[in-house]
């Protein structure tokens, strides 16, 4: 339990209210509990805010609210806020820093400090940990990987040899970081595969979601750049260049090449077609096919995608297709009519 | 070997033809073997049925079939029929019942009775098995995961903590149970990963197919109602809400928050965006992307997805549309004449 | 260290320049190093070329090249000639042939000769091994397996029960083959699943990229034909069949009982409906769905697919869409004001 007060100093916020409230934990805004902490984003949700059961709310510093006796903490960005909240109410579980005896490891790894290495894993020869470092049952980290601190990959991932991840890198399970690229050369109806001897950089603070397949490079590397987060079931195939503070969401696939800015956006099940450049800031709509090069900035979707204005315009259009089909009927009529006349 | 007899009995059918023959196995209609039984759907197939080598079939009650000489189980359901026949000549393994030595299991596992717990598996604390539960190899279950009576765990299947799941669940391998959703936070060029306190209730009966993720909830819990069936390679995010007996095909995604009612079809490679609402019965064509809640019983396709009748005489109409360019350029010409004049 | 002579030697080319330089590694065209090879496809890249840091080039026989001092292969098929060039200077690493002591396997394991068993994997009963088979650290192979020789299969590979795979197959890490198929008898709100007692047929020198699931036959079996080439995250359902020396790009998911013939290619996030057959030498450009049987030879994309050029004239017209609909506004109001008249 701690109090209001106690919340508000550590996300720096301004207490409207009882300061010496008690909390026992979170809460979700709409299915509230007494004693629990939630929060409103400035997007609205005010009927929500009404109603709402939790006893305290975290909330923007300017945004006006109905009076409903709740107590609040004003901040700047209530979701951040929360997340800090979340940290002090639910702290996580220090690391256990220790080998499992059912790990399979070399005596030659290099490990920092409080490395845990859980049951079952298979660590092989030339692997380097940073301190922190957390490998989950089941996983697999090849010949030569070099893991940054602070990192966590969950159970069952596959890491490849020769792979540099980061620091502070979260890798969730069914991931598969190093697999060689699909590059094939055909001849005489066989198709040969070409052996990839580049690898892979992951940058600090990247995230992989769960069941993502990124490729090693042919001869140079597939790069993830530093700040990038991707969600679960995600393609990145080999040479793919993705820049700092991406946000790529469930499903993607970006071809063989292709090169991404940064703070690029992709929705859901976007495709991006090989050897293209996406510029720094786009955002592609989801379900969009990305089959050029898009400058940055620009907002683009459809299959293959364009401009979104366009794009919606012409999809208002072709909900009236039919109908101008009998339209342009009666005017041939007409037309024929006036002719005979 | 068992009789045809013993098999419309066990089936609740009518024998047509000789109730002693004796039949071996189950084979398909088209590729037929002497000796043993396949099925016939109402669907048609009567060509395929006129020449089957197969020694006896599964028919519907009241199809009329061309005379073939083969024994005929009439029933109300012949792929009912042809699945308990299925278990009839292809009983199942019974379970062991037994914990491989090589599992990692703590001593306070509660477990009931007649649980395998395969090789490599890890287990850890606070963990409840009900009776007859099957855990494939290399498969981990996180803390306090709670697994219902008569489910199966396939190999190499990730659970992490705090989940709840029914009896006679049945999750294939590669399958991730559990990761932290997508949620970001995003300050200053820094994206904050939401910490994920929710859980995932799984109900009775549910099927998750193979390299399937499911998210947890952030407070409260992604849920999937009893009877629901997943493909492979499905996507499901945090505070996603399924209800019952919901059929999902292979490589759907759907986005957080977004809730489904009883009796939904997704078709393969469905994109549902996040925080909307699908009511009972909506059946989603393939492909489809649905941008916004839909009311129960629509059957919708497109991308965006809208009602399936519209889609289809929009894409008849476009693939009229570049004659009608034609069209419309001639009208304009003839217009263009008439004023001259 | 190698010459570029006894490289040409290997590779059947004819050095251009110095056959004695001496080569250490393969590098990039476009970033090159000095001692080190590199290649260049016909397609173009001269630019890339001038500029190159590489002492040495893989070469077209025929192309024109300016002069930029470095030493040349001329070959028949550069690319092809560079795979080889990677085999020389960067020789794969023997295999151990060794069952490392924390594999699970039975007494009653039948292998060929320098057949490798990597940690923590699980062989269950019944399995027969080629010579030379790779099996990586966690993966399962269930009972009465059958796999030929040669056959690489990565970390964490699935693979259920009485599946056969043939010579020089590789399988990356994630993949799971032979779950039961999505087969569903629907009754009374009820879904039964199919149990599926057909197996999976996976032919010589198939690929299989990571993280992609093939299920198992109903009662026949899902084939892959020899040299079929899947990339990563790739749905194959059961009954699929498919020909030879198809290639088949990430994220592509193919329904049930569908049928595709010899050298088709499916680009990326393709999908197939099932129970269609799709010809010889078919093309499916990325994101297409392809909702009906195609003849051998075409080219087809779009959702649903049709022949490529209709789709692309089609899409040039949807652009012209929005003004088309102002233009018969405008021949609307002309014939009204001439009707007038």
Redesign the interface.
């Known amino acids: 339990l701690i109090t209001v007060s106690h919340i508000a100093q550590a996300i720096d916020g301004q207490v409207e209210g009882d300061p010496e409230l008690l909390i026992s934990d979170?809460?979700?805004l709409k299915?509230g509990s007494e004693g629990c902490i939630?929060y409103l984003t400035q997007q609205g949700f005010k009927d929500i805010f009404a109603d709402t059961d939790s006893s305290a709310v975290i909330v923007d510093q300017n945004i006006q609210l109905p009076q409903n006796g709740k107590t609040l903490i004003r901040v700047n960005?209530p979701?951040?806020g929360f997340?800090k909240t979340?940290?002090l109410l639910?702290p996580q579980v220090k690391l256990i820093g220790e080998i499992?005896n059912?790990a399979?490891v070399t005596e030659k790894l290099v490990s920092g400090a409080n490395v845990t290495i859980?049951?079952?894993t298979?660590i092989e020869v030339g692997v380097v940990l940073g301190d922190d470092v957390y490998i989950?049952?089941?996983?697999?980290i090849?010949q030569n990987v070099q893991i940054g601190s602070g990192t966590r990959i969950?159970?069952?991932v596959?890491i490849?040899h020769d792979i540099y991840i980061g620091n502070n890198v979260?890798i969730?399970?069914?991931?598969?970081i190093g697999?060689?690229g699909?590059g094939?050369?055909s001849?005489g109806?066989?198709?040969?595969?070409?052996?990839h001897?580049g690898s892979i950089e992951i940058g600090n603070?990247v995230?992989i979601?769960?069941?993502c397949?990124i490729?090693r490079g042919t001869?140079?590397n597939t790069i993830v750049g530093e700040?990038t987060?991707l969600?679960?079931?995600i393609?990145i195939?080999h040479n793919v260049q993705i820049g700092?503070?991406c946000?790529i969401?469930?499903?993607v696939?970006i071809?063989g090449s292709s090169v991404l800015g940064n703070?690029v956006t992709l929705a859901?099940?976007v495709?991006i077609?090989g050897h293209i450049e996406i510029g720094d800031g786009v955002v592609v709509a989801?379900?969009s096919?990305v089959m050029q090069s898009v400058e940055a900035g620009c907002f683009i979707s459809g299959?293959?995608a364009?401009d979104h204005g366009?794009k919606r315009?012409?999809?208002?259009?072709?909900?009236?297709?039919?109908e101008?089909?009998k339209?342009?009927k009666y005017?041939?009529n007409?037309?024929k009519k006036?002719?005979k006349d």
């Open positions: 979170v809460c979700e299915n939630s960005n979701a951040l997340i979340i940290h639910r499992h059912t399979v859980s049951a079952n298979v989950g049952p089941g996983s697999f090849g969950e159970a069952n596959s490849y979260h969730d399970s069914g991931s598969v697999a060689d699909f094939l050369v001849e109806g066989i198709h040969h595969r070409f052996p001897v603070d995230l979601g769960a069941n397949c490729d001869i140079g700040q987060k969600d679960n079931q393609q195939a700092k503070g946000i969401a469930g499903q696939g071809a703070y859901g099940q495709g077609v989801s379900k096919a299959i293959p364009q366009e315009r012409q999809d208002v259009a072709i909900k009236k297709l039919p101008l089909l339209r342009v005017l041939e007409e037309i006036f002719k």
